[in-house]
């Protein structure tokens, strides 16, 4: 849909990609290259104005996504969105790419329009590092037992205060943490243990602070009770070390 017969703002979709490692996360950061600010960047050089773009999910520094969603508006109604997202695309390759623009509803907003959001996690599970995946995966050499990890996972299911898994500064006192988690799982691909979940939205580190909590139960270190536990603490303290950014993936935001 493009902008409006009332001369109106029109909205456009962004479907993105990009590599996090060079950025320190997606939100602009003054001082330090950020996905937003690249891509903010590039956006006004090719539109010729200023643009507000709205995110759905703001990605910590290190941490990559296959089908982030932006969205802004935009008063031109001759785009050509091919066009558009092929030209940020070259101004901002290789680390991000557009990887879709269409026009959305005039109520869409990338980031209150989302219904869910959908992320991987990669655990290299081998006695010697890789190099070529140093970026993408975090090493763990001791051997993990996915059952056991699969088993706690099971707990995570379903709608509970995630207190403990998430980093408070980062919300505003009093915010609810309360999420509803449909999708927790863990498979073996090769050398990697893979961790995939989905949920309504997630609060601050909370995939990092889980998967941290979950592989110490996967050497054996922890009870597979852990998890059930920690959300009935509701507190922090004490909780294992968040999982390091590199290895997570945000790969999918439902509407």
């Keep these: 849909m493009a902008s409006g017969s009332d001369g109106s703002a029109g909205v456009i979709r962004l479907d993105v990609a990009y590599h996090g490692a060079p950025f320190h996360g997606f939100a602009a950061n003054e001082g330090v290259p950020t996905v937003e600010e690249l891509l903010t960047t590039a956006l006004v050089k090719v539109l010729g104005h200023r643009v507000d773009p709205a995110v759905a999910g703001r990605t910590d520094k290190g941490v990559h996504a296959a089908a982030q969603v932006v969205s802004f508006t935009t008063p031109r109604k001759d785009l050509d969105l091919d066009r558009l997202a092929a030209s940020v695309t070259a101004l901002c390759a290789p680390a991000v790419v557009v990887t ?7 109520d869409f907003h ?4 989302a219904r869910s959001r959908s992320y991987l996690y990669r655990v ?36 509970n205060d995630f207190t403990s898994f998430c980093r408070r500064p ?28 989905s949920a309504n939205a997630f609060c601050h580190q909370m995939v990092r602070a889980v998967v941290g909590a979950m592989v110490e139960i996967g050497r054996g270190r922890r009870d597979p009770g852990l998890i059930a536990e920690m959300i009935r603490r509701a507190d922090r303290t004490g909780a294992p070390s968040v999982a390091p950014p590199h290895g997570l993936v945000l790969t999918a935001v439902g509407y």
Excluded at 100 to 106: D, G, K, T
Excluded at 170 to 197: C, M, N, Y
Aim: hydrophobic residues 40%; aromatic residues 6%.
């Design 124 to 159: 290299l599970n081998a006695p010697v590092a890789d190099p070529l995946r140093s970026d993408q995966v975090w090493h763990v050499r001791h051997p993990l037992d996915v059952d056991r990890m699969n088993l706690s996972a099971t707990d995570l299911v379903g709608e």
């Design 110 to 113: 990338a980031r209150f329009s």
């Design 100 to 106: 879709s623009a269409r026009w959305a509803e005039p």
């Design 170 to 197: 980062k919300h505003p006192p009093g915010a609810s943490l309360v999420r509803e988690v449909t999708v927790a799982q863990w498979h073996r691909q090769g050398d990697e243990v893979r961790f995939t979940i």
